[in-house]
């Protein structure tokens, strides 16, 4: 069903009856888009799992939608996506100066649902621009953020290279000012704050103005275990969606200097540069594995020698999984890393973009980090995430019906 803004997608069933009887407030959420299934999308369904036991659903509210299945607490919510989603998947990246617009969109469609049936508290989880949506009069907006648009605030010159880069950096020069006093007035629409680590913390408040409270992000630690009969192997390992930004050209010319056996998994538009760059490599020293399952990435942080994570991240569930199966980490001093790892403990830090600084570390990392690891990792357990948001969300509910201006 599509109404003339927005469409309707297929949803899971409602609450059974008694539970919505015993829990009469109702809550929505907001998503900047749904088209993958990575660490944001985590957040997501666990804050929308402690929303399910504690009141009612409303709608998700999303820019852009694939109709792909999720989490069951996920999909219990239906869905209001944007007009802008009627565009091509491919658009996608090219629409950033119509994020605002179809941000209002949403706010819209947001006050038709409240008025039929009101919520009391929108929570929005973000690393783009759908913070910028506004709660209705009498319910209250919390923000989960990753991070202030990376895209607007801090790497913009790393969504400029190569060819479409330079095209969207056409776009940055006309579009940026606009956007970013966008983003930073609309961010008075949040009531509450939450970054996902200290890091992010300090970026919100350069950006927007604003303190946030810390929750970092749930980590699958059940999941991710070590195992003592497996035997660690001298490679390195990398790991991620490899863009620009995740530096992993760092980890390919340290490890040609060292003449160390590098392990590249995951995918990314960076791909094909990357093995261009590891072409002059000696045979075999560079190897990429592609996309991978999580029975095949945890076999590889049993046994690689360490995890280089050379990218300054927001938090970064990776560095997290890794120490989780006993794997120490090589990392850039900043970011997320600086929560997650424990300098000469969990690994070990490096300062610059100088492949030396990387063999180095390696070099000093401790002889038998994986219990120290493993001891850290649970710090960020599922199990630790629900419990600080339930109890979150139980406050904002708390502000429900009242009057609270976001403040400066």
Same mark, same amino acid.
């Given at each position: ?8 997608? $297929?949803?899971? +069933? ?49 820019? @852009? ?8 607490? *996920? =999909? ?10 009627? %565009? ?29 049936? $009101? *919520? ?6 973000? +690393? ?41 950096? &056409? ?43 810390? &929750? ?7 999941? @991710?275990? $070590?195992?003592? +009969? ?19 050209? %760092? ?10 056996? %590098?392990? &590249? ?17 000696? =045979? ?7 996309? *991978? ?14 995890? &280089?994570?050379?990218? *300054? ?96």
């Amino acid at each position: 069903m599509v109404d003339h803004e927005t469409d309707t997608s $297929p949803s899971a +069933s409602s609450r059974p009856a008694a539970a919505a009887a015993a829990t009469p407030k109702r809550i929505a959420l907001a998503h900047d888009w749904l088209v993958n299934n990575r660490g944001g999308e985590a957040v997501l369904a666990g804050i929308a799992q402690a929303a399910l036991e504690t009141a009612d659903p409303g709608f998700l509210y999303t820019l @852009f939608d694939g109709y792909g299945e999720y989490s069951n607490a *996920i =999909d219990h919510f239906e869905r209001r996506v944007s007009g802008l989603n009627r %565009l091509p998947a491919s658009a996608r990246r090219w629409l950033l100066p119509a994020y605002p617009r179809g941000v209002e969109q949403l706010t819209r469609a947001l006050n038709r649902d409240h008025a039929k049936d $009101p *919520i009391d508290l929108l929570i929005s989880t973000s +690393s783009g621009m759908i913070k910028g949506m506004r709660a209705p009069e009498g319910a209250a907006h919390l923000c989960y953020c990753h991070a202030p648009a990376r895209y607007l605030w801090s790497i913009t010159d790393e969504y400029t290279r190569g060819l479409a880069g330079r095209v969207r950096g &056409i776009g940055f020069k006309v579009f940026g000012d606009r956007l970013r006093e966008w983003d930073r007035r609309t961010a008075a629409n949040v009531d509450t704050f939450i970054a996902n680590s200290t890091h992010v913390a300090r970026e919100i408040e350069r950006c927007f103005g604003r303190k946030a409270m810390v &929750i970092h992000p749930p980590v699958r630690t059940d999941l @991710f275990t $070590p195992d003592e +009969s497996v035997l660690r192997e001298d490679f390195w390992f990398c790991f991620g969606a490899h863009e620009p930004y995740k530096r992993t050209d %760092l980890a390919i010319d340290a490890a040609v200097r060292a003449n160390a056996r %590098l392990v &590249i998994a995951g995918g990314g538009s960076a791909i094909d540069s990357l093995k261009a760059r590891a072409a002059r490599a000696p =045979d075999g020293l560079i190897e990429f594995k592609g996309r *991978i399952n999580d029975t095949e990435l945890i076999g590889f942080y049993r046994r690689a020698a360490c995890l &280089i994570y050379p990218q *300054i991240e927001d938090f970064g569930i990776v560095a997290v999984e890794a120490q989780a199966c006993g794997c120490p980490i090589v990392a850039r001093r900043a970011g997320g890393a600086l929560d997650s790892v424990i300098g000469g403990e969990t690994g070990m830090f490096f300062e610059s973009d100088q492949p030396d600084a990387i063999i180095d570390a390696v070099r000093a990392l401790p002889s038998d980090p994986a219990s120290a690891c493993r001891r850290n990792a649970r710090r960020f357990s599922v199990e630790r995430f629900n419990s600080e948001i339930a109890r979150t969300i139980v406050g904002m509910l708390n502000l429900a019906k009242m009057e609270v201006p976001g403040t400066s």
